[in-house]
């Protein structure tokens, strides 16, 4: 990439539009060249210009926005920079530029314009500044960051690179390269190992973790899941005759609560009955009075509305006569009302007519006359205010004219005597940059005799380091024959560790016997479960025996009561039969007639009859009572061996269940113990539990006795590797103290050669020192002046700018206070001019303002004698509001007298109506009354007051109708529910079981349900449970395959992973970045050298051997000698700097060819030697092709780089500008 041409405008101090073109004489014919200038001239902004156009950024100021453009010339309101650049030999144009709006300097930053185009084609690719960057990162190969480190080099970067620890060259090598790519890489790759690594794990964790079952076992399972479902058919079955039982007592007692409810709720319909009977027998009596209702609303109706018409008529014929009366009174004060109305509407006519012929036209000629005046008093006070302000400005400017003539006077006499300070304007500048110079070499000289000291430190640091690192040497080789020995012991004592068997053979012991262990609680749980089952089987089989022989007796016992219930049964038929036969005797006895045939026998002589003889059934009935009562208790005696015996059978059969399954339990821990054998290889009896301790003790000490082994063959390893990797650490110091020794050795000699050279330099510049002070006071005295010590001459140089300084100023105010003077003078004979001119106004006005006053103080007169001093707006507002007052007093009045004239007719025509009216309600009530007292007669009620006694309300009437039908219903409908329910209650006892299941309570059938629902639920989780186990074993069975499969097949995969890992992966990345930058280093180096070889042939540049990043120069014409970078003089330091730098600038610019080449350097600070160095490496760089720009205004440079773009301040303006060669004709 080739810099063609540059354009811009306005840009910091260089205002003006501007271009330079690189391929035109005399750039092309020399490619290197200086851009010089005074400091802050703006050197630098022509850099900055071609940043902007390519970049729309600058290394100093960033990004360029409309909030912010710092770059834009003060005074400007437009800037710009273009640039033509040739990549490969195809020329582009990049151009940028912004404004202010309105084209005003303190207008708003409009957007940026951008535009990226074709030179030859005038083909615009770009107008949008996004597009215009990636389109020249693309051409070019570089964006902003690069393109600053590879073309354009700016100030203070010259030797960042040169003078960085490792660690910042390593961020910098990053920065410039991208290597950053290689550390994400060894991350990602280490992310993915650690996540291949943990997959696999736990892949084979998981083959690890499947167990399955032997065939034996699973045989087992089976037959005992046979056996399981066997028994729960039988508990089903048992489950179901147990829960109907329950379902029949539950209905008992819902039958029972329902019969209840039934016959409480009939009782309570019934008491509600009784309880009304009051307000029932209330609504019986007053029936007849409910008939005679209507003909007594009637006549009431017709009594109270002929009340209520005579009461009304007599109050409207009080109102009519009141209302006659108010109306003659109001008539009379209408009459007098429209009198006053009418002679107030008289004089407001007569007051409007004098108002307007006369008072009117006087306050309109008093106003006039009255503003007239105000006018010309006015005019007069400003008049005679203007000639007070010209008297007092004319007192002033004569006392000013006196104070400046003496200032003046004053001011001629300093200039006279100090006109030999503004010949300092010439000289100062050029004493103080001499005196720069010196302080800057005094500066060097004190900076050379720190050098010197801290060399001489050095030297002796360094030579104390050789002396001490010789001792340590010493001590470290002893150390390390010790560790040597000690070693040696470690490794003996862990091989003969090893001779006791491997920490492999003696884990394959250990799991052996933890596979023996492993079955010890199972061989203590199947002997104790065995134990059990033989002492619950002698418990179960003694308990069973009992209850067989308690059967027996209850089943003998309830036979004997089932003989009485039958005999008592039969005594109670008997005694019914004889209690019905002697019912009948006496219903026929009670027929007999005497001297009338007997129904039965037909005789006429009845004897008993005579002898008045009755038969006594109350003794055979009590008879029949205790018999009943008996068999109650016979019963209730059968219920009770009942419930024993029933429950005793329940029992009998759980026994019974419980030993078959404490058999089953024995049967299948005997099946258990020969498995268990058979794995464990033991011969022990089933229930011999000294034995089964026994072995479990010997297995704990056989554990215990193989894990102290196999600790003290880990701990004699672990020291044998801590103790190896000692030996290798001591070793390790040792090699790198030999290193450093030798290095210590070789840096003593540089820095006492370094030494030399620099106590040689600081003669020669102490020497040069003192001819640049003697030079300095002889051009001081030369000018007149008395030259200070050279340490007071600061001082000295402020008192004379202060001097110079305050001459000029007394100068300035000379000729300012001339121009006042004269300005004083003007002033004066132009305010006596104005003055003679208001005097003349002042006159005219007094009299103009004197003939208005008499004419308004005649008008005056006139006005008060006709009208006085009223205002004509407040008389016209006082007769307005006195004819509106009585205007609406004489309205109101006349309406209300209308109102009452309405009214009087109103209570005319109500009289006539209410007198029709009551006549004919006169009559209504006679008829109404009449023909309610004939109704009354003919009722059952004598009085008016027994009739309404006993007439009830409407109201209470339907209440007590209601309450009747509620009550009749109520009864209907519970007497219904309680037959149904006696009804339920007789079929429910009348089940075939319904004896047998009330010899058993409700409580212990719902516990016998829960014990056998309890067996039916364990036999149901246990086939559960062993459906499950088969099941897994299947499913492990099935998946097991796939599983090693899946492994294998990760294997392949985790072992590539792995390798990589171990070449480039590393947790944070460290691992391939540093690899890379290596390598990217090497390249650098490589670069470099060949820069160097162009430069000077001296020096060569080579990676450290002990620390990968770190710099060492080598020194070609001193044998090779290797130095440290820190070493190199101020001349070394450039030459080497330049050279990285070139080779950053063509290691970055991977893409492109850089031609251009731009140091923004600061050369001021090289001595003449050093300068002279890096001008000829320039030079042998330019030979290579390259255009080279260099910024400087070291005078030197300008000597030896003829071709030169001067920047030049102009004097008090704060701006600069380029030679006339370079401003652009528009």
Same mark, same amino acid.
């Given at each position: ?31 290197l060249f200086?851009?010089t200038?005074?400091?802050?001239a ?6 900055d210009?071609i ?13 360029i ?30 151009f940028?530029s ?17 535009e ?69 890489i060894?991350?990602?790759v ?12 736990e ?27 066997t ?11 147990w ?24 009782q ?6 009784k ?15 409910e ?5 007594y ?7 109270t509305r ?7 008529l ?8 009141k ?5 003659v ?23 409007e007519?004098?108002?307007?012929d ?6 309109t ?22 000639l ?6 004319q007192?002033?400017?004569e ?8 200032k ?10 100090h ?10 500048? @050029?004493?103080?940059t001499? /005196?720069?110079?010196?302080l =800057? %070499? !005094?500066?060097?000289?004190?900076? #050379?005799?720190?050098? &010197? *000291?801290?060399a ?12 001490q ?31 006791k ?13 933890n ?7 199972e ?18 089989s ?14 003998? @016992?309830r036979?004997?009561? /089932?003989?009485?219930c039958? =005999? %008592? !049964?039969?005594q109670?038929?008997? #005694?019914?039969?004889? &209690? *019905? ?6 219903k ?5 007639e005497?001297?009338?045939d007997?129904p ?20 055979t ?7 009943e ?14 419930e ?14 419980q ?11 005997k099946?258990q113990?020969s498995?268990?054998?058979?794995v ?7 229930g011999n539990?000294?034995?089964?301790? =026994? ?9 215990l006795?193989l894990?102290?082994?196999?600790k ?12 190896q ?16 020794l ?8 540089v820095?006492?050669?370094q ?13 040069h ?7 300095l ?30 001459i000029?100023?007394q ?6 206070l001339?121009?006042? =003077? ?9 305010l006596a001019?104005?003055l003679?001119e ?18 308004l ?7 008060v ?12 507002s006082v007769?307005t ?8 007093t ?10 009452l ?7 005319d ?14 009559k ?5 009354s ?7 007669v ?9 009739f ?5 309300s ?8 209601s ?5 009749q219903?109520?009864?209907?409908r ?11 209650k ?8 319904a ?14 349900l829960?014990q056998?629902?309890?067996?039916s639920e ?7 449970e ?14 097991q395959?796939?599983?090693?499969d ?19 992966g ?6 391939f970045r540093?690899?890379a ?19 000077h042939g ?5 990676r ?5 990043l ?8 001193q ?19 330049l ?8 290691l970055?610019?991977h ?40 910024i400087s ?8 780089i003829?071709?030169?773009?001067k ?20």
């Open positions: 990439m080739r810099i063609l041409s540059l354009s811009f405008s306005n840009l910091n101090s260089l205002k003006g539009e501007w271009k330079i073109d690189f391929s035109a004489s005399p750039f092309a014919e020399n490619g200086a851009i200038g005074p400091t802050g703006g050197k630098t902004t022509i850099l210009a940043c902007l156009a390519l970049y729309h950024k600058t290394p100093r100021l960033g990004g926005s409309t909030s912010s453009n710092e770059i834009m010339t003060r005074g400007t309101a437009e800037c710009s920079a273009e640039v033509e650049f040739e990549v490969k030999g195809k020329a582009y144009r990049a940028w912004q404004r202010r709006s309105r084209g005003k300097v303190d207008g708003n930053l409009q957007a940026a314009t951008v990226l185009a074709e030179v030859d084609s005038e083909k615009v690719l770009a107008t949008q500044v996004k597009k215009k960057d990636e389109l020249i990162n693309s051409i070019t190969g570089l964006d902003f960051s690069r393109f600053t480190k590879s073309m354009m080099l700016s100030q203070g970067q010259f030797a960042a690179f040169l003078n960085a620890d490792a660690n910042d060259r390593a961020g910098l090598l990053e920065e410039l390269t991208g290597t950053e790519i290689y550390g994400q060894s991350e990602k280490h992310e993915h190992y650690s996540a291949s690594k943990q997959k696999l794990a892949l084979k964790a998981k083959a690890e973790g499947v167990e399955l079952l032997s065939e034996e076992d699973k045989q087992a399972l089976i037959d005992e899941q046979t056996e399981l479902q028994n729960q058919k039988q508990q089903q079955a048992q489950v179901a005759e829960q109907t039982h329950l379902e029949w007592w539950i209905s008992d007692t819902k039958n029972q609560q329902q019969w209840q409810q039934a016959s409480e709720n009939n309570l319909a019934l008491d509600k009955q309880s009304a009977s009051i307000q029932l027998h209330r609504l019986a009596q007053s029936e007849p009075a008939k005679l209702r209507t003909p609303q009637l006549w009431k109706e017709a009594q002929f009340d209520s018409l005579v009461k009304e007599t109050l409207t014929e009080q109102l009519h006569q209302t006659a009366a108010e109306k009174d109001l008539g009379s004060t209408v009459t007098q009302l429209k009198q006053r109305f009418d002679r107030i509407k008289v004089e407001s006519k007569s007051l007519v004098l108002i307007n006369s008072v009117q036209p006087l306050d000629a008093i106003e006039q006359l009255t503003q007239q005046s105000q006018e010309k008093q006015q005019q007069l006070t400003q008049v005679n205010t203007r007070q302000d010209g008297s007092n400005k007192q002033r400017l006392a000013s004219l006196t104070e400046l003539t003496s003046l006077a004053v001011l001629n006499s300093y200039v006279e005597t006109q030999s300070d503004l010949n300092l304007e010439r000289y100062l500048g @050029q004493w103080k001499q /005196v720069s110079y010196i =800057q %070499q !005094d500066k060097e000289v004190s900076s #050379l005799v720190d050098k &010197i *000291e801290k001489n430190k050095i030297v002796a640091t360094l030579l104390e380091n050789v002396s690192k010789e001792a340590e040497l010493t001590q470290v080789q002893s150390t390390l024959n010790n560790e040597t020995e000690v070693t040696k012991n470690a490794e003996l004592v862990f091989k003969q560790q090893q001779e068997g491997t920490e492999t053979e003696l884990t394959e012991q250990i799991n052996a016997l596979t023996r262990h492993h079955y010890r609680v061989l203590n749980h199947t002997n104790n479960e065995f134990l059990r089952a033989e002492k619950e089987q002698q418990t179960l003694e308990a069973q025996k009992a209850q067989s022989e308690t059967i027996l007796k209850l089943e003998a @016992q036979a004997d009561l /089932v003989i009485a039958k =005999q %008592q !049964d039969q109670i038929l008997d #005694l019914t039969t004889l &209690i *019905e036969q002697e019912d009948d005797l006496v026929y006895r009670a027929l007999l005497k001297d009338h007997c039965l026998c037909g005789s006429t002589h009845h004897p008993l009859l005579e002898k008045a003889q009755t038969l006594d059934i109350n003794v009935i009590q008879r029949k009572k205790a018999a009562q008996k068999r109650v208790e016979i019963v209730e005696q059968g219920q009770l061996v009942r024993k015996l029933d429950s005793l059978k329940v029992k009998q059969d759980h026994t019974q269940t030993l078959t399954q404490w058999q089953q339990t024995a049967k299948m821990t099946q113990w498995s268990l054998m058979e464990t290889q033991l011969t022990l009896a089933l539990t000294n034995g089964i301790t =026994q072995f479990i003790t010997e297995c704990e000490a056989s554990l006795t894990s102290e082994q196999i003290q063959l880990r701990q004699a390893d672990e020291k044998c590797r801590v103790q990797t000692q030996l290798q650490q001591v070793q390790h110091r040792l090699d790198t103290l030999t290193k450093d030798n290095y210590d050795r070789q840096s003593h000699q820095a006492t050669q030494l030399q050279d620099d106590n040689q330099k600081l003669v020669q510049l102490q020497q020192q003192t001819e640049l002070n003697q030079q006071i002889t051009e001081i005295e030369q000018t007149g002046f008395t030259a200070p010590e050279f340490t007071q001459i600061q001082s000295w140089f402020v008192q004379k700018e202060q001097d110079l300084q305050q000029q100023q100068v300035k105010n000379r000729q300012a001339l121009q006042q =003077q004269q300005q004083v003078q003007s002033d004066q004979v132009h001019e104005q003679e208001l005097n003349s106004q002042q006159q005219v006005s007094q009299t103009e303002v004197q003939r208005l006053a008499s004419e103080e005649q008008h005056q007169q006139k006005r004698e006709l009208f006085g001093t009223q205002e004509i707006k407040t008389a016209r007769m509001d006195k004819l509106s007052v009585s205007e609406k004489y309205d109101a009045e006349q309406q209300k007298l209308h109102v004239v309405q009214a009087l007719a109103a209570l025509g109500k009289l006539n109506s209410l007198k029709e009216n009551h006549v004919s309600s006169e209504l009530s006679i008829e109404r009449d023909l309610w007292k004939e109704a009354l003919q009722s059952p009620f004598e009085t008016l007051e027994l309404q006694a006993a007439l009830i409407e109201e209470d009437r339907q209440q007590l109708l309450l009747k039908t509620e009550i219903q109520a009864i209907e519970t007497g219904a529910l309680l037959e149904s329910a006696q009804q339920v007789e079929q429910h006892y009348q089940e075939p079981k004896v047998e299941w009330q010899l058993m309570t409700k409580e212990t059938v719902e516990t016998e829960a056998v629902k309890f067996q364990t036999l149901v989780k246990r086939e559960g062993i459906a499950q186990a088969l099941r897994s074993d299947g499913e492990r069975k099935l998946n395959k796939s599983l090693f899946e492994i294998e097949s990760y294997q392949f995969e985790y072992d590539d992973i792995q390798y990589l890992h171990s070449l480039i590393s947790q944070k990345g460290d691992k540093k690899f930058q290596g390598l990217t280093l090497e390249n650098l180096v490589y670069l470099a050298n060949k820069q160097l070889t162009r430069l001296r020096y060569e540049l080579k450290k051997a002990s620390d990968g770190e710099l060492q120069v080598l020194d070609t014409w044998g090779d000698v290797v130095r440290d970078t820190k070493t190199l003089s101020g001349g070394e330091s450039f030459l080497v700097s050279a990285l730098a070139l080779a950053l600038s063509d970055v610019s893409k492109t060819s850089i031609d251009s080449l731009f140091l923004d350097e600061g050369f001021g600070t090289l001595d003449s030697e050093t300068l002279d160095m890096a001008l000829d490496a320039l030079d042998n760089l330019n030979a290579s092709g390259k255009m080279i720009g260099v205004h070291i005078e030197a440079m300008k000597e030896r003829p071709v030169q773009i920047v030049t301040k102009r004097s008090g303006l704060g701006v600069s500008e380029l030679e006339n060669q370079y401003k652009k004709v528009s």
